[in-house]
């Protein structure tokens, strides 16, 4: 499974249940000199502007990575300088509650990167769930995408840094059934997915 079939799916996705919604694949960002590459920018405009800024990683973007660190250093950089570019800018707006970007980590539901993930379970739940670019809220997910056989509504995700962590009671419960991710874990050493034989 490659990123450019993840990143087909969510076009798809943001396609079907999103009216006119602004799609840019590679999108660059450059603040200052600060440059930089996100896999999926979608912009959506009703009722109010959301971004969404998303980083996709497949099995060979597993692999190339040192480890964690490499892969949320990225994530984070994107997040620190995305909005700092003037042609991504976002604007506070008064009374303003929810967030105005929602930046997802999203990993493919295969053996390489749910053993990715579990080997470093611990750093991708320190990711908080909710931040600011600015002035304006933002939210943060690292997670699984899921419902990738399914049609393009069926697209989602499981997080792997809110009340479910990963190997969690929660999250295993979580998993939808029949679903790759499912299978995937599965086949994956129980001790691996959950070390401490007991969930969370």
Request: aromatic share 6%; with cysteine; charged share 30%.
């Amino acid at each position: 499974m490659r990123e450019d079939d993840l990143a087909t799916r969510l076009v798809d996705h943001y396609d079907a249940v999103h009216d006119h919604p602004e799609i840019r694949l590679e999108e660059p960002y450059d603040a200052d000199g600060r440059r930089g590459v996100v896999d999926v920018y979608v912009r959506l405009r009703a009722p109010e502007r959301v971004d969404h800024v998303i980083e996709l990683k497949a099995d060979d973007a597993v692999r190339r990575a040192t480890g964690a660190n490499a892969v949320l250093r990225q994530f984070r950089r994107a997040e620190r300088y995305f909005h700092a570019d003037e042609g991504h800018r976002l604007r506070p707006r008064l009374g303003r509650t929810s967030p105005g970007a929602r930046f997802r980590l999203l990993f493919a539901p295969t053996p390489t990167c749910v053993h990715h993930v579990a080997t470093h379970r611990t750093l991708y739940a320190t990711v908080d769930r909710t931040g600011t670019a600015g002035d304006v809220p933002i939210d943060r997910t690292v997670g699984f995408l899921t419902g990738l056989d399914g049609g393009p509504t069926d697209l989602g995700y499981l997080s792997i840094n809110g009340d479910a962590p990963f190997g969690s009671d929660a999250f295993l419960e979580a998993v939808p059934e029949g679903s790759r991710l499912g299978d995937t874990l599965r086949r994956v050493d129980d001790d691996l997915v959950d070390p401490g034989g007991e969930g969370a």
